[in-house]
């Protein structure tokens, strides 16, 4: 059985992605401080400041890694210059999952798989420089899997408004921005599907049409609350901005796209075992 390492197996990405893998494959992941982890034999402790990944990697044999790493860019840059140089040496292959945010320089269309990267922000230039480091890479080697926002029933996203309406304070929304949107559920069986067709390349994972920023957030209330929210519109510009990655080159299979409607019923309330 291949064995997948996930590095930020404990972050709420990474542990949607182990608990999606875990009965298919030999899975193993990272904590840092995560309570719960300590006695699962599939979970090691690491620090990113401190090193001791080499180890790890020596006693799984990972035939893939999946990179959800957190934490100080400048120590992720030098984890992934090892996992590079570590991929191109052996029979191993790397998901670095990415973010919308390599494309936040551009403002008035959705970005597409081969479009230029360009970022004001501090995540989106850092998030484009490790895309970089990876398409060094043969072409077989890796998966750079570019995410929007993603949701999810406790994903702290979601809980974050669940708070703001209970104790009723302000949800800062961008009528301006157009997004598009993805749930863990439906991220995890997209990535599932990736490491299982051994797809490589560059990978958009988010719902096949656009929302804008408010619309989606609103709906989120009145679906999961059935009371209308209060919001702090902030304009970013005075035209509309979009902030959404589409695929062009690298389609899925139909059975795996979902649209902002299906995000939305997998955060519905019912949907939660009581």
């Avoid at 796209?257 to 939305?264: I, P």
Wanted: hydrophobic fraction near 35%; include cysteine; proline fraction near 4%.
């Amino acid at each position: 059985m291949k064995s997948i390492l996930i590095l930020g197996g404990s972050g709420y990405i990474g542990n949607c992605l182990y608990k999606e893998l875990s009965p298919f494959y030999n899975t193993f992941g990272t904590y840092y401080s995560a309570k719960g982890y300590q006695n699962n034999q599939h979970f090691f402790q690491y620090d990113i400041e401190k090193g001791g990944i080499e180890e790890i990697i020596k006693e799984v044999k990972p035939k893939l890694i999946i990179s959800a790493l957190r934490g100080s860019f400048e120590a992720q840059h030098e984890v992934h210059d090892y996992l590079i140089d570590l991929v191109r040496r052996i029979n191993c292959r790397i998901l670095f999952l990415s973010s919308a945010n390599v494309f936040d320089a551009f403002q008035h269309f959705p970005s597409y798989e081969y479009d230029k990267t360009l970022s004001e922000s501090i995540y989106g230039r850092f998030k484009i420089k490790i895309e970089n480091q990876v398409m060094r890479l043969p072409i077989g080697k890796y998966v750079i899997a570019r995410l929007p926002m993603v949701f999810g029933i406790n994903a702290p996203r979601t809980l974050e408004i669940d708070r703001a309406i209970q104790n009723n304070e302000a949800i800062e929304v961008f009528p301006n921005t157009i997004i598009n949107v993805n749930s863990d559920i439906r991220l995890t069986q997209q990535i599932h599907y990736l490491i299982n067709q051994k797809k490589s390349g560059l990978y958009h994972l988010g719902s096949t049409d656009l929302i804008s920023h408010f619309d989606f957030f609103k709906s989120i209330v009145e679906r999961r609350h059935q009371k209308p929210g209060i919001y702090k519109q902030v304009y970013t510009s005075n035209t509309i901005r979009y902030l959404a990655t589409l695929p062009k080159e690298n389609k899925l299979p139909s059975h795996i796209l979902n649209t902002y409607m299906d995000v939305l019923d997998d955060l519905s309330l019912r949907n939660v075992k009581k």
